[in-house]
C-alpha cells in the first residue's frame, strides 16, 4: 500500500471520530428538517454523488483478462454474499442471549450482507503482489451485485421499517445507486483519456461525501436521548468484528490452498482479501435507504463503520506475512514442476 493511500485511509479513520464527536455536540445541525437537509442533500444528492463517482471511477476495461478464472469468481462471490451473512446470522442466534446491544448485533448482520470494496482489497492484493487481475474483477463485479443482492440480504434477515414499503426502497435505489453509476460509466467512456492524464481523487472525494453521510447519521443518534450505547457492548462488538475478520481470513486461506483447489499462491491472495472486506462506500448508503425512519439507524451502523478500519489495520499488518508465503509456496510449486535430470552411473 503506497504512502498516499495510507495517509488517506488514515485521514478517514480520523475524520469518522472528528465527524461523529460534532455529531454529539452540535446534533440538531445534521437531523432532518436541520440546516443541512439531510432528507435531501443526503438522501438523494450525496448518495448519488457517491455512486456517480464510482462509475467514472470503476475501470471496467481492465476486467477482461480476469473474465475467464469462474471458479475463482463463483467462490469470491458466494462467499462474501452467501457464506459470510449465513454464518453471521447464526453466530447471532447464540449471541442473542448475551446481554449485548441489540442494534450493535443487527449492525454485525449488517455488515455480513455487505458487497466487497471497490478499492482496500485490490491495493493489499496489488502489496502482496497477488491476483490482481482478479482483484479488481470481483471488487467491482460484486459491487454491481451488492446493489441488488445486498437489499434483498438485509431485507431477509433484518426486515424494513414500517414506513418504506418494499417497492419504494427499490425504486430509490435504482434512482440513487444504479442511475448514477450507469451514468458515470457512460461518461468514463467519452472522457477516458482525460481521466487517466489527470488522475482525479476519486477516493479522497468519495470519502468526503461519506464523511458527511455518516455525520448526519450519527447526528440522528445524538438527537434522540431515548438511544443508550454502553461501552461493554461496543468493547465486546470491536473484539468479535476482529475475531470474524481473522476466522474467516484463516478460512478462506484453507479452502484456496487444497490440493485438488485449482488456485495458485496468487489466487488465493485475491481470495483471502475481496471475500472477506467489506465496503463501507456501498455499506452506509445503502443502510440509509433501506433502514430510513430506523431511530436506532446509526448503531446498526457502527459495526460496519468498525470493520472498514479493521479490515485495512488486519490487512496492512498480514501484507508481510502473507507475501512470504506467498513467494515461498510459489518457489516450491516451480521445483516440484521441474523435470527430474536423470543422473548417469
Known amino acids: 500500500m503506497g504512502l498516499l493511500e495510507r495517509l488517506r485511509k488514515e485521514w478517514f479513520i480520523a475524520g469518522i471520530a472528528l465527524v461523529i464527536a460534532a455529531a454529539r455536540l452540535e446534533p440538531a445541525v445534521g437531523v432532518k428538517g436541520g440546516p443541512l437537509k439531510p432528507e435531501i442533500t443526503i438522501t438523494y444528492i450525496a448518495v448519488s454523488a457517491i455512486?456517480?463517482?464510482?462509475?467514472?471511477s470503476l475501470k471496467t476495461e481492465e476486467l477482461t483478462s480476469a473474465l475467464m478464472?469462474?471458479?475463482?469468481?463463483?467462490f469470491v462471490q458466494i462467499f462474501t454474499l452467501v457464506f459470510f451473512p449465513t454464518a453471521i446470522w447464526l453466530f447471532l442466534q447464540l449471541l442473542s442471549i448475551t446481554p449485548i446491544n441489540e442494534w450493535l448485533l443487527k449492525g454485525l448482520q449488517t455488515v455480513g450482507c455487505m458487497p466487497p470494496p471497490v478499492s482496500s482489497a485490490v491495493i493489499l492484493t496489488k502489496a502482496v503482489g497477488g491476483n490482481e487481475a482478479a482483484a479488481i474483477f470481483n471488487s467491482a463485479f460484486g459491487s454491481f451485485l451488492g446493489i441488488v443482492i445486498t437489499p434483498l440480504?438485509?431485507?431477509?434477515?433484518?426486515g424494513s421499517s414500517s414506513s418504506v414499503p418494499f417497492t419504494s426502497i427499490f425504486s430509490q435505489l435504482f434512482m440513487t445507486v444504479v442511475v448514477p453509476l450507469i451514468i458515470g460509466q457512460i461518461?468514463?467512456?467519452y472522457i477516458k483519456d482525460w481521466l487517466e492524464r489527470r488522475k482525479p481523487p476519486f477516493g479522497t472525494i468519495s470519502s468526503c461525501v461519506l464523511l458527511?453521510?455518516?455525520?448526519?447519521?450519527?447526528?440522528?443518534?445524538?438527537?434522540?436521548p431515548n438511544i443508550d450505547l454502553d461501552k461493554f457492548s461496543l468493547i465486546i462488538i470491536v473484539f468479535i468484528i476482529f475475531s470474524v475478520q481473522m476466522s474467516f481470513m484463516f478460512l478462506t486461506f484453507l479452502f484456496s490452498t487444497r490440493s485438488n483447489s485449482g488456485f495458485t499462491p496468487a489466487d488465493t491472495?485475491?481470495?483471502i482479501f475481496c471475500s472477506t472486506h467489506k465496503s463501507l462506500t456501498l455499506g452506509i448508503p445503502m443502510l440509509k435507504i433501506v433502514f430510513a425512519g430506523y431511530e436506532?439507524?446509526?448503531?446498526?451502523?457502527?459495526?460496519?463503520?468498525?470493520y472498514h478500519p479493521a479490515q485495512i489495520l488486519l490487512g496492512s499488518l498480514l501484507v508481510p506475512t502473507i507475501k512470504?508465503?506467498?513467494v515461498s509456496r510459489q518457489k516450491a510449486l516451480k521445483l516440484t514442476r521441474q523435470p527430474k535430470v536423470p543422473v548417469k552411473v
Open 187 to 189: 461518461v468514463r467512456r
Open 324 to 326: 512470504s508465503w506467498m
Open 296 to 306: 436506532h439507524l446509526s448503531l446498526i451502523s457502527v459495526p460496519l463503520l468498525i
Open 51 to 56: 455512486f456517480f463517482n464510482s462509475g467514472l
Open 269 to 271: 491472495v485475491a481470495i
Open 153 to 158: 440480504l438485509l431485507l431477509l434477515f433484518l
Open 69 to 74: 478464472h469462474v471458479k475463482l469468481h463463483l
Open 212 to 224: 458527511m453521510i455518516i455525520y448526519t447519521t450519527f447526528c440522528d443518534t445524538f438527537a434522540n
